[in-house]
């Protein structure tokens, strides 16, 4: 039950973001088609969509040794927003992940069209930090992994 719980949460927090992305309608009779040009933007964004591929590739990545080293016991996730999901289906920590990337890609995409400056020049660090963070994740599961005698 509580597998299910958190997959409908990430689901809807991943759709309430979906409107937000697709920008305001337009006045009546004139109505802008809520999937229409806002993610049109966004999917034309090239820079960002090379970060928001980096960053699923590498979060794919670490979950997938994250939870083969869990599996061998003994281990101690260190992210607070993984933690609590390790006892959950694979499914539902691929998911959460996902859907977290998916916000941190619309505030990257925000930041990108700001009317400041400072924060349009800044855009790509937090998505960055994701990449690094996921990186380095990987990296860490997998030295624990190899000296453990893991895959």
Do not use: K, Y
């Given at each position: 039950m509580r597998s299910r719980s958190q997959v409908a949460w990430v689901l809807l927090c991943t759709l309430a973001a979906i409107p937000a992305v697709a920008g305001p309608k337009k006045a009546k009779g004139t109505r802008q088609d809520v999937m229409g040009e806002g993610l049109a933007r966004l999917f034309r964004d090239k820079p960002l969509m090379v970060l928001w591929a980096s960053m699923s590739t590498f979060n794919a990545m670490d979950m997938h040794v994250t939870i083969?080293?869990?599996a061998a016991g003994g281990f101690h996730e260190d992210n607070p927003l993984v933690r609590p999901l390790l006892g959950q289906?694979?499914?539902a920590i691929y998911l959460e992940q996902q859907g977290m990337i998916a916000g941190l890609a619309l505030v990257g995409h925000k930041m990108r069209e700001s009317k400041h400056r400072f924060i349009r020049a800044l855009w790509w660090v937090p998505l960055a930090f994701q990449v690094q963070a996921n990186l380095r994740g990987w990296l860490r599961d997998r030295r624990w992994l190899s000296h453990r005698g893991g895959p």
């Open positions: 083969e080293a869990q289906p694979a499914p």
